[in-house]
């Protein structure tokens, strides 16, 4: 008996580490479905019987015109500003059913997402946007979709449960995200090197414990790599000292084409949509209520025209406008506090080889304790941010404090061997995050953790404050706020369109007045797969890199911008001409624009629709006629407004990083290619001026006075 009970503990503890150990590898290493890989929910287009090629037929947004008409409708037949509610007949619309139920003011990420969630419930919509989709703060993020490691770990250290909620809540959404637009979000595995063992375990329990509470909204596992396993993975990295790195993942999006797929998805919806759009005043009935709002179309002050000023009516009015909240709130009260405390956020744009292409990089403790991303982006590298309290304007320019700060931050990390230059900076903007102050708090001095909904007593309502991540948890908050606050009446939406393109798939199925935003499949995501590049280039003769680059920028609407790209006449690539020889944007990309998502300006195109201004400042100067000429041919623009198009945005280039001495560039110097840039760092940085030799004469030596070159060589002069 005794000797039995010897044998039953060893092997009940045996047996019980067996099990546990195997839970854990099993936990770990389980089947799972990771969102955002499923196979694309309608196929691509194949062929009839008779061998010819049925192409997707998918629903278009109304015009833009079209758009402004619902919108002055609404205001009635005399709401023209220069006699704007001069008798209770003028202030009645023509209609009570054209009176919209919901006014949103700032179409960036959170007020294209209030636009859609409304718009799904049933509610009539009109959503305006004083210049374009994302051209704040929505378009100068880290590109990140994340729960926040380092909210995190404030939650463990400070014991606050409010923290941990925002990681819990920003890692729900990171789900929806992958689920709702694949071909614009994809997952991104991020290194965290160690230089000291004893950090092993520290960051190992708090990378795990991040997995742990993303649940089934996660992916792969968090995992250790050893020294030479994380220099395998990131060979740039500085070997000394570091002893291992932990690898967990999180979410990366293509911030801005995402911010125009939502507000093109609510138009689809039914929601009217209009970029350009000024708001100039707020309207208010005879008890003081908020009933509309004053506007002025800003396109045609560019085409040379007085400006058409009308009135928006609306049962409800929300306040969506970013770092701009408090100028619209003035509009209601000039009394009012203001509650947007700026900071300013610093990135900047390296060449791609400052990293590998799929693994990013965090820094939790820099030299002044922030923390800083080193991250893969569009075939470059993106580095920052910065956080600096700062004042509010349109288009912020990055400080050289700011870019030389994250150039000598990301040098400590990297190998001794790499030069870190700032003539490697390719393009470098500031965003300003809106962080809010609660008016009703107590300490109104105290800023709010995530985001604020605010009523005023007039009816304004704002929603101000959060971060990409939880747009779409801030814009349900926010149209349930407006349905109690507004007496508001959702329904289920009938005759949805097929936004698929196909009857395969009834969108509308599921909308049945809740809130089904988590679900809501936008533009482009219903025939995205991983595989449809090959279709695009196997039917339209792309290249591989622009076929790519089609697919996850558009996703099954690759298909319509591959359509609107001219022929080449060349053997391959057979059609798509680039509009920059340096990255993988065509022609057809523009075209797409204007056609099919209200593009207006060229900056519209070169910072929004593609990314190439944030990309790279200078080769968007370059790429800049192209695009006002097809753009000219599309909205049929005259000389002088393309005389307007090239100011503005050679100005705008300036807030991108484009060097001060190529803001005073003509079309003829770009065309002609004679700009000079003898005065740029980029001028001396290469070996651009000698013949070939098996030792270029710029590398020699035996110069007296340039110890690089020879006296009177070429490269001298």
Known sequence: MAFRQRLAKPLLYTTGAAALGGGVLYYTYRPRNIPGQDPAVVGPPGYGAEGSFRPPRFPKVRSRDDQIGDLKRSGGSKGAAT????????????????????LVIGAGATGAGIALDAVTRGLRVAIVERDDFASGTSSKSTKLVHGGVRYLEKAVWELDYNQYALVKEALRERKYFLDTAPHLSSWLPIML???????APYYWAGTKAYDFLAGSEGIESSYFLTRSKALDAFPMLKRDNLVGALVYYDGAHNDSR?????AMTAALYGATVVNHIEVTGLEKDSNGQLCGARVKDLVQEKNGKKADEFVIRAKGIINATGPFTDSIRKMDDQNVKEIVAPSSGVHVVLPGYYSPQKMGLIDPKTSDGRVIFFLPWQGNTIAGTTDAPTKISYNPVAGEEEIDWILSEISHYLSPDINVRRGDVLAAWSGIRPLVKDPNAKNTESLVRNHLINVSPSGLLTCAGGKWTTYRQMAEEAVDEAVKTFSLSTKPVLNAPDVSGTEMVDDGARLDGSCQTHQVKLVGAHGFSKTLFIN????FGVETDVAKHLTESYGDRAWTVAALSVPTEKRFPVRGEKISALYPFIDGEVRYAVRHEYAQTAVDVLARRTRLAFLNAQAALEALPKVIDIMAGELKWDSKRKEVEWRDTVAFLESMGLP?????????????GTLSFR???????????D????????????????????????AEK
């Not at 695009?536 to 039917?539: A, D, F, K, N």
């Not at 980029?682 to 070996?687: L, P, R, T």
């Open 83 to 102: 006699g704007l509610f001069k008798s209770s007949e003028e202030a009645a619309p023509q209609n009570d059913a054209d009176v919209y139920d919901l």
């Open 193 to 199: 090197p160690l230089d000291k063992w004893w950090k």
């Open 258 to 262: 995402m911010n125009v797929s939502l």
């Open 536 to 539: 695009l280039i196997q039917h």
């Open 660 to 672: 001060k001495s190529k803001l005073s560039a003509t079309r003829k110097q770009v065309e002609s």
């Open 679 to 689: 005065d740029s760092i980029e001028y001396k940085m290469y070996s651009r001026h």
């Open 691 to 714: 013949q070939p030799n098996d030792e270029l004469e710029s590398d020699s030596r035996l110069g007296k006075g340039n110890p690089g070159l020879k006296a009177g060589a070429a």
